[in-house]
């Protein structure tokens, strides 16, 4: 992951970071996040926006927590790991 040009990153900005949950919730191997700190008004407040990116298809992620809608689809066999204890 790089980190784009912006304030700089410090330790305690990956206590409220987001990014361990959305890998959690997607493990697409196409998925490329991009973490950005952002500052509020007169640098009060951090918050770290995320963008998500499938490397397969070339296009952002609206919503990293379901991940690349195109990926899903051409995944169907995802439906089966669901319902089959192997
Ligand atoms: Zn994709």
Redesign the pocket.
Known sequence: MKQSAGPRWKPSDCSHCLIPDILWANASE?LALHAEIKLGVLGIGRRIAVTAW?T??D?EIADPYVG?T??VQERPDIANWTETDA
Do not use: F, Q
Request: charged share 25%; net charge positive.
């Open positions: 196409y499938c397969k298809h296009r690349c195109l990926c």
